[in-house]
């Protein structure tokens, strides 16, 4: 207690998130023993400080204030258990020492980072120094550490820090580190005044006086936890009146205050976050380990890498601790830091490779680390609701990213399944869907990937306005983006993921607006937009049991004045309209061959037709023309050679070179197998050949960008096969009958070579010799 008395506070300057300084601080508080500890922080967390203490508080958290009536105006401030302000809290609650936060308040901070976003006027104020009317230098935000490094002679302020703090064993003067710290900072204080934060001088000002009112009522034993860059302007003496003439006309909102978890990888400088670290994963090793850091250290990276099957033996362990420890010597520096373990690693455990260091920094350096916060803590409704649903279907958020297989059969996985999609209707992007890495398909299986990041904590908060539990905000959210939604298409793309979350209540609402939306719409494009998401729907009922009857009479609808809109639509088209009907051409294709499964037959017959008048109709665009011909052709409604007359015509000599390329785009390009088409059917690429050969040479660099981007999405091996049948010549090209075997093929099928493949498929499908018969 000595050490306090007499001296005024004892002010202990720190860097946020520094084990080093974390470790000083806990020594500085054993020496003096003082009788309060004031932190930086919002005073509105003195109410929740004691759920530090709690057992299901697991660092690193972080205390979140928001705007009460704005969830998504919000701030953090995160602890992890090297920062020293997290070790003074535990120091004191372990004692019963009263600690408060003496910080300027989250309702003012919050309100003033709200003024200075709705005005383009700059908030930081001028460097000191111009009293004397001299020119005000510019204020520049610095990094106090960087200048010191540099001051130092070292170019990367983590390694000075590292050899100056972290690596220094303990000394006979607690007190010793904050003294030079300080008196660091004092000359950088007076060199560059505020450094460009022009907000600090306001928020000193409020630390002054609650140090002042801490003094009253604790006279000599107050200990003071804070930035060092803060501690010459807590030194300095003013007047009560001047302190709170810089308060003074502070705007405030109304905010509440919890803590949430937080992650190694948001303390990451890298993240954004301003006060952040380049590894916090090392430092928490650094914090952690009781001795031979850099032996550990090792010891860590190899049960990595065997996790990762990689060969990694004790004797790379032994050797990588020699090598660490010889640079550092070579390098002049107390103790082998972060740049001298990742060099050993490389050169030992990585055979000279920087990419399995890329895992050792994601894994360690950074880590993946996610807090944990007590029940008690304070939460919205929505949180509670979603925490609970989280333990009773085992789904832990975790700061690492997984990939999450769900069987929709299964009554677990149903239920997680529309937990997450109700989730991302509300905003929440806990998991994204994902392709499946075992390449699995069909309604009964989804692939998630998830990923919890402290910031989905506003958005739950943000979204507790739309009600207490999960179903009841997504049913109310999905109902007012309904009604809301500025296209069709949004509609049922809504209707779509109502069924997916299982939404009954919200479903009558979204199918009113879909019923009405598509009664006032007359666009084709905005119907055939609206028309694929509709008839995907109508698959989820099998799986999810849900009733799809009015949806599909919609689907039905929507589809019919699709088939009696498309061939006016269709008509006139430039270029790149063209282009996008043809999107909407094959997307209405799709969700035809799905509707006819599920609503009135007679869809597939209808939308032949349709295909059919527009094949053959000139006045529609040519690569229109060429998309419904191929898509005839794939359906077997083309009868013999019909698929030959269709493009002999496309490409006869009254056709425009530009139109004859976009039919040829149209029927052959766009990714749809139409290489192999013209690979196996000679007599359409001599009809390709000859026309192209024909085109005149003023009009081929006009075609050329068509044809190219047509046959440039064919795979290596199918242009390869191209070129040898067009280098091999017309002489069988465009003479043979549709069907007929192309030069160095059988003319029939070989029975005995056919069944040679039933094994394979046997093996591949997991099926007997019954379910293979006639397949050949």
């Not at 009460?68 to 105006?73: A, M």
């Not at 009922?541 to 498309?566: C, Q, Y």
Request: aromatic share 4%; hydrophobic share 45%.
């Amino acid at each position: 207690m000595s050490a306090v008395k007499g001296r005024g506070p004892l002010l202990l300057g720190v860097r946020h998130h520094g084990p080093g300084s974390a470790r000083a601080v806990r020594a500085a508080l054993d020496a003096a023993g003082p009788v309060v500890v004031l932190v930086e922080g919002p005073p509105e967390a003195d109410a929740l400080v004691a759920l530090a203490a709690d057992e299901g508080m697991v660092p690193p958290v972080a205390l979140l204030a928001h705007v009460v009536d704005e969830p998504g105006r919000s701030a953090f401030w995160p602890l992890a258990e090297f920062s020293p302000e997290w070790v003074a809290i535990r120091w004191a609650l372990e004692r019963d020492v009263p600690v408060r936060f003496i910080d300027l308040p989250a309702a003012h901070s919050l309100a003033l980072r709200e003024e200075a976003e709705s005005t383009e006027e700059p908030t930081e104020e001028p460097a000191a120094g111009d009293a004397d009317g001299e020119s005000v230098r510019e204020a520049v935000r610095i990094d106090p550490l960087a200048v010191l490094a540099d001051t130092a002679g070292y170019d990367d302020p983590e390694r000075w820090w590292e050899d100056v703090v972290e690596h220094r064993g303990a000394s006979g003067d607690a007190f010793a580190p904050f003294e030079a710290l300080g008196e660091a900072m004092g000359a950088l204080r007076e060199e560059y005044g505020d450094g460009g934060h022009g907000r600090d001088l306001v928020r000193e000002a409020y630390m002054r006086l609650q140090i002042r009112a801490a003094q009253k009522e604790f006279a000599d034993g107050v200990a003071v936890v804070c930035g060092a860059w803060h501690v010459p302007a807590l030194r300095t003496k003013t007047t009560v009146t001047a302190d709170r003439a810089l308060l003074k006309g502070l705007p405030k909102a109304k905010v509440d205050m919890t803590w949430v978890p937080w992650t190694h990888r948001r303390l990451a400088r890298s993240s954004g976050y301003g006060a952040g670290i380049d590894s916090p994963g090392w430092y928490g090793h650094l914090f952690g380990a009781p001795d031979r850091p850099v032996e550990r250290w090792m010891t860590k990276v190899a049960g990595l890498f065997r996790d990762e099957d990689r060969m990694v033996s004790s004797a790379h362990v032994i050797e990588a601790v020699r090598l660490a420890e010889t640079l550092a010597a070579m390098r002049g520096r107390p103790l082998a830091g972060l740049t001298e373990t990742t060099d050993a690693i490389r050169a030992v455990m990585c055979e000279g490779s920087d990419v399995p260091l890329s895992l050792v920094h994601d894994k360690l350096v950074v880590g993946e680390v996610l807090g944990e916060v007590p029940d008690a803590a304070p939460a919205v409704p929505l949180q509670r609701d979603l925490t609970r649903l989280q333990r009773s279907l085992r789904l832990k958020p975790e700061a690492l990213e997984r990939e999450l297989e769900l069987d929709l059969r299964k009554p677990t996985d149903a239920e997680r399944s529309r937990l997450l999609h109700r989730l991302r209707l509300l905003g929440i992007a806990w998991g994204e869907p994902a392709r499946s890495a075992r390449g699995t398909t069909g309604t009964f299986r989804e692939t998630w990937r998830l990923r919890w990041e402290p910031e989905l904590s506003v958005r739950v908060a943000e979204a507790g306005v739309w009600g207490t539990t999960v179903l009841a905000a997504a049913t109310a959210r999905a109902e007012v983006d309904a009604i809301g939604a500025p296209a069709l298409a949004d509609v049922t793309a809504l209707a779509e993921r109502c069924l997916l979350a299982e939404l009954p209540d919200a479903l009558p609402v979204v199918m009113q607006v879909l019923a009405d939306r598509a009664a006032l719409d007359s666009d084709v494009g905005h119907l055939a937009q609206a028309l694929p998401a509709l008839v995907r729907s109508l698959r989820y009922g099998d799986v999810r049991g849900t009733d799809t009857r009015a949806l599909s009479e919609v689907a039905a609808g929507l589809a019919e004045r699709v088939f009696v809109g498309l061939p006016p639509a269709c008509t006139g088209l430039d270029a790149d309209a063209a282009a996008e009907m043809r999107g909407h051409v094959d997307a209405v294709h799709a969700a035809v061959g799905l509707l006819d499964g599920d609503g009135p037959a007679g869809h597939r017959d209808r939308w032949h037709s349709v295909l059919g008048v527009l094949a053959g109709r000139d006045s529609v665009a040519g690569v229109i023309r060429g998309r419904c011909a191929r898509l005839l052709l794939d359906e077997g409604q083309l009868a013999d050679g019909e698929a030959a007359r269709l493009m002999g015509l496309a490409l006869s000599p009254g056709t425009g070179p530009g139109e004859a390329a976009a039919w040829i785009e149209g029927f052959v390009g766009g990714g749809s197998g139409g290489g192999l088409l013209l690979v196996h059917d000679e007599r359409l690429l001599g009809l390709v050949d000859a026309w192209l050969t024909g085109v005149p040479a003023d009009a081929f660099t006009d075609v050329l960008p068509l044809l190219r981007r047509t046959f440039s999405a064919y795979e290596p091996g199918v242009r390869r096969t191209l070129g040898e049948l067009v280098r091999r010549g017309p002489a069988a090209a465009g003479t043979g009958a549709l069907g007929a075997a192309p030069p160095g093929f059988g003319e029939g099928l070989d029975p005995e070579r056919a069944d040679a493949v039933l094994p394979v498929l046997r093996l591949l499908l997991g099926s007997d010799d019954n379910d293979l018969v006639g397949v050949a």
